[in-house]
Nanobody, 126 residues
Framework: QVQLVESGGGSVQAGGSLRLSCAAS????????MGWFRQAPGKERDFVAA???????YYATSVKGRFTISKNNAKNTVYLQMNSLKPEDTAVYYC????????????????????WGQGTQVTVSS
């Protein structure tokens, strides 16, 4: 089992920044991938960004150039730095963990992620 704990959500005005963190504990191994997804009210959960064990990163088109995913292997923690936030970024953000090696084609596939965090709310006001 792997437990994921997210933090860093909150409210910010458009143009502002937030940094989300997700700490993984339990049966983590050196080779894994983690990702971020988000779900706005009344909408499906969408892919945001992911990073695999070799530090390759993948982004949704809507956040590319504004969001940066990174990780600290020693702490089993992944971060999502969100800059130039827009009201349409408002959503609950979920951290996800997989033992699979993800690629550009598979990074956004929710079914390959084995564990999920509880979510953290991000609200961007105009």
């Amino acid at each position: 089992q792997v437990q994921l704990v997210e933090s860093g959500g909150g409210s910010v005005q458009a143009g502002g920044s937030l940094r989300l963190s997700c700490a993984a504990s339990g049966r983590t191994f050196s080779s894994y991938a983690m990702g971020w997804f988000r779900q706005a009210p009344g909408k499906e959960r969408d892919f945001v960004a992911a990073i695999n064990w070799s530090s390759n990163t993948y982004y949704a088109t809507s956040v590319k150039g504004r969001f940066t995913i990174s990780k600290n292997n020693a702490k089993n923690t992944v971060y999502l730095q969100m800059n130039s936030l827009k009201p349409e970024d408002t959503a609950v953000y979920y951290c996800a963990f997989t033992y699979s090696f993800i690629t550009a084609q598979s990074a956004g596939a929710m079914e390959q992620y084995n564990y999920w965090g509880q979510g953290t709310q991000v609200t961007v006001s105009s």
